[in-house]
């Protein structure tokens, strides 16, 4: 980040240096798990890592050196989703593991590459011990299945309009795609797929109602339903208490039954800026009106997608008061660092290393945008498109 910048960055909010430090939780239950996993090399790590579908990233439990027969003791009071992987590379293997199991997950790991990213491929895994693994991997298996049947079915009956929208779309070319869609064919083409997403659908609910007497419900909405929100009401409400009161009801409740931040102060966070300084920002004392808090991601479409939209607001509107403050939740300094270079963006970013904005600010989703008053309350939450416009649009017209 320039100079320039950073000169700017700290005329917008309150900035201080910031050393982290991090507590240790105990729990009074834990599982075991023992791996035996073949191809790992000297120097290699393991990570385990705190299932989570619909927040921005999962939590480490802890990283450990590759061993053969390592055996892991995790505290865990509840079942929870495990992601078994290594420390540099994208992939995971999935375990469900729950309090005072002995679990023992075998297989092989190999590493290769996909562009420009370092995978690990998972093969010939064996998890026993685990109550609730067989039920669950059967119920994700069944459901990609059932999908990947209804996908497989458009593309034989369909192959021909599938190339044309598909060589149109590298070309750049709407005009073929829209007039595509108006012909007998493209219409069957869109009647087909519209009848494939509420098959899928019916299948989904379907699926969480079959485990709705147990903590899986939730855990398979959170699986396979993608931005979880008060739509899905009617389905959470069909839940068990028991259901409902496990984590991952907790967490669904908290999807559909959103709790609001509108009317708090804006939480005080640490974060990271692009010289890998530690800061704690702090918008209590902010110089301009108003300020906007984008939480976004480099692997999030529909973040990209809204900086057009920011950018605009940005140039509208920072002259009469508006300040813009991007807040990453990536994993990867270098992924975040990478895309920051290719958008260009015109305000201040910093990366959430920790995640501890994301708790704080309760962002279940990306992305998430926060609008502050000039005493850091906020006022608006979740807004983005033609909704955040708007807003941006009726404060300044006040």
Not at 354 to 373: H, L
Request: negative net charge; hydrophobic residues 40%; glycine residues 6%.
């Amino acid at each position: 980040m320039s100079a320039l910048i950073m000169l700017s960055c700290v005329a917008q909010f309150t900035i201080f240096n910031f050393q982290f430090s991090i507590g240790t939780v105990f729990a009074q239950k834990e599982a075991r798990i023992t791996l035996d996993l073949k191809g790992t090399q000297n120097g290699d790590s393991i990570t385990l890592s705190w299932g989570t579908f619909n927040k921005p990233t999962s939590p480490l439990i802890l990283q450990t050196e590759a061993k053969e027969n390592l055996t892991l003791r995790i505290p865990l009071n509840e079942p929870r989703l495990i992601i078994l992987g290594m420390k540099g590379y994208n992939g995971g293997f999935e375990i469900l593991a729950s309090p005072n199991e002995d679990i023992r997950v075998s297989g092989r790991l190999r590493k290769a590459k996909n562009g420009n990213r370092n995978i690990v491929e998972f093969s010939k895994m064996d998890v026993s011990g685990a109550a609730w693994q067989t039920t669950y991997k059967t119920a994700v298996t069944d459901y990609f299945l059932h999908m990947d049947s209804l996908t497989d079915i458009v593309s034989s009956q369909f192959r021909d309009v599938q190339r044309v929208i598909r060589k149109a779309k590298e070309e750049k070319n709407e005009q073929v795609i829209a007039d595509m869609y108006q012909t007998a064919q493209g219409q069957e083409y869109i009647g087909r797929v519209t009848n494939n997403y509420i098959d899928l659908n019916d299948y989904y609910k379907s699926m969480i109602l079959k485990q709705k007497e147990t903590f899986l419900a939730p855990l398979l909405m959170l699986r396979f339903g993608n931005n979880i929100d008060k739509n899905q009401r009617q389905l959470y409400d069909a839940m068990s208490d028991a259901a409902k009161q496990s984590y991952y009801g907790r967490e669904v409740k908290d999807a559909v039954y959103p709790p609001s931040m509108v009317g708090n102060i804006a939480p005080t966070v640490a974060v990271m800026n692009r010289d890998r300084q530690e800061k704690l920002l702090s918008f209590t004392h902010q110089t301009n009106r108003y300020l906007l808090l984008d939480f976004w991601a480099s692997w999030c479409e529909p973040c990209l997608n809204e900086v057009p939209n920011l950018k605009r607001l940005h140039e509208k509107y920072h002259s009469k008061g508006l300040d813009i403050i991007g807040l990453s939740v990536d994993r990867h300094f270098e992924d975040w660092e990478e895309t920051l270079d290719e958008m260009d963006e015109p305000w201040c970013n910093y990366i959430d290393v920790d995640k501890q904005a994301i708790m704080e600010y309760q962002v279940q989703y990306i992305p998430s945008i926060f609008i502050m008053d000039a005493s850091g309350k906020i006022i608006a939450e979740k807004l983005r498109g033609k909704d955040l416009s708007d807003f941006i649009d009726k404060l300044f017209a006040e």
